[in-house]
């Protein structure tokens, strides 16, 4: 489940990114710090779209950056990250970006009940809403964990 990737330390709300790479390494930059992912995961990341293009770019105005787990996922998890000014990818039916979802994988498995209950929220125009008016990561998490009633 999406809860038990989460940790309030990986949300990042209003982050000033300077392009795509900067908001990837911004939004990655919690995994490392919390020892989720190598900085190796983070440089593999963003060579990825350097040689593949803005696939990370999963819907409108959302990024999913990832790489394989052999790049230094050490757990796994997921990272919120909202920026205060969207930055292009490239993705000329997505762009710009405004949420950032930085998950590490330890395997191909493990995270598939976690990027199901994602792709449900990415579907909600409540879940945006909060996004963009939460005050700290501490409301983002409450709204994760507990269940929108609750929240």
Excluded at 73 to 96: R, W
Excluded at 98 to 122: R, V
């Amino acid at each position: 489940m999406l809860k038990d990737l989460l940790d309030e330390r990986l949300i990042q709300l209003h982050v000033h990114a300077d392009g795509w790479e900067d908001a990837i390494r911004k939004a990655a930059a919690p995994l490392v710090e919390t020892g989720k992912v190598k900085e190796s995961y983070v440089d593999d990341i963003v060579k990825g779209v350097h040689e593949y293009g803005p696939y990370i770019v999963i819907t409108k105005h959302v990024a999913l950056p990832h790489a394989r787990p052999e790049s230094g996922a050490l757990e796994c998890a997921i990272g919120i990250t909202t920026l205060d000014t969207p930055v292009e990818f490239g993705n000329k039916d997505n762009d710009p970006v405004s949420y950032l979802f930085c998950l590490s994988a330890t395997d191909n498995n493990k995270h598939l009940q976690a990027l199901a209950d994602l792709s449900e929220l990415l579907e909600d125009e409540a879940f945006y809403k909060m996004l963009d008016t939460a005050k700290n990561s501490h409301e983002v998490y409450d709204y994760l964990t507990k269940g929108k009633e609750e929240a």
